[in-house]
């Protein structure tokens, strides 16, 4: 019998979004969790949903990654472990306490006793369902008729754990994503690191195998004209291909090469949106965006300055030199409607790419 959850796999531009919307408004029975990993992804979602509506349903709850973690799991049933009321998240960049044991539980998973580890509360879940005999997926079930989780390629370590703790609890849920997409880590714990970044997909095809869900793909982009989608996935030759729905053509369509010399006036020509690969990577006076911010954002044209791997794929057409970095090339293309364009003085290019020339 086929699970009632399933992961769909979606390209940039593909509507995930409008998707998980349209998805939980149709819903009539029970609550349906709408969860994501960020808050810009929450005010997103809620700015969508009440385009479609007047106000957001009351069986809908709209709330991010580590709001469900704390309110819906990790409160309800933290005696199990913990005997202090949980006044909150002690948010930590890298790996909190890495030499403090498990046994010692209160300096392990807290910070003064009541503010818990971001990097260790859905470890502390799992514990707490261990430890409760499985009362915080029960009433979690009870809860929720529905969880569908947005931006799903961002789920990392024992936030992995505990999404497969909700399937095999037999909670329906909806996973939305896309792995070429994985810019971003709800978590830096070394748990599940064979499964970080566009490796989450090998996650999914597991889960599959255990009956716990099932993995769709749609392969096509309402933003991206052919040439953009088809330079995105060459940052994955291995993937599925991407058809493009944007059949718009404006003139100036497509990849092309912009002399540093030639950029002032192809600014002025075309105002593109300035992207770069981080901070590190000089854009002149230029007003840029780095790749990570760009993310879920629809530009009609960019503009990318390209770090130095970058110049050196351009340069050749090797994958290898971007191959640490295909996650966020990817993204920093698909941004673009209509025309993706690369500072680049060099005489050979490596990628199929028209040189504009200022005229």
């Known amino acids: 019998m086929p699970s009632a959850s399933r992961v769909l796999i979606s390209a940039a531009g593909g509507g995930k979004t409008t998707r998980v919307v349209d998805q939980a408004l149709a819903s009539d029975k029970g609550v349906t969790a709408l969860v994501t990993y960020t808050r810009n992804n929450v005010r997103e979602i809620q700015i969508k949903a009440s385009a479609r509506t007047r106000a957001i349903p009351p069986n809908i709850e709209v709330i991010s990654w580590y709001t469900f973690l704390l309110r819906e799991l990790a409160r309800p049933y933290r005696s199990a472990v913990h005997k202090r009321r949980i006044e909150g998240i002690h948010w930590v960049e890298g790996k909190s306490v890495p030499f403090i044991p498990e046994f010692k539980t209160n300096a392990h998973y807290f910070l003064d006793g009541g503010r818990i580890y971001s990097d260790k509360i859905a470890k502390f879940v799992c514990e707490c369902n261990r430890k409760s005999n499985g009362a915080v997926m029960r009433r979690l079930k009870q809860r929720f008729n529905h969880i569908i989780i947005d931006e799903v390629q961002d789920m990392a370590a024992y936030d992995l754990d505990v999404l497969e703790m909700i399937l095999q ?191």
């Open 169 to 359: 609890a037999d909670i329906p849920m909806t996973l939305v994503g896309d792995h070429r997409q994985a810019i971003l880590s709800t978590n830096n714990s070394p748990k599940n690191k064979k499964f970080s970044g566009p490796a989450i997909l090998q996650k999914f095809e597991l889960w599959k195998k255990k009956g716990l869900l099932e993995v769709d793909y749609e392969t096509h982009t309402h933003r991206c004209n052919q040439e953009i989608a088809d330079l995105g996935d060459s940052f994955f030759p291995n993937d599925k291909k991407t058809v493009s729905k944007n059949k718009i053509i404006t003139g100036h369509d497509g990849i092309f090469l912009v002399a540093s010399s030639d950029v002032d006036e192809y600014m002025q020509r075309f105002s593109p949106q300035v992207l770069r690969f981080s901070v590190k990577t000089s854009c002149g006076e230029h007003d840029a965006m780095n790749f990570g911010e760009a993310k879920g954002l629809t530009f009609p044209r960019v503009l990318i300055f390209p770090h130095v791997s970058a110049k050196s794929w351009l340069a050749s057409g090797k994958l290898s030199h971007v191959e640490k970095s295909a996650a966020k090339m990817y993204v920093g293309v698909t941004r673009a409607r209509y025309s993706v364009a690369f500072v680049y003085d060099g005489k050979t290019c490596g990628i199929s790419a028209e040189r504009w020339v200022k005229s």
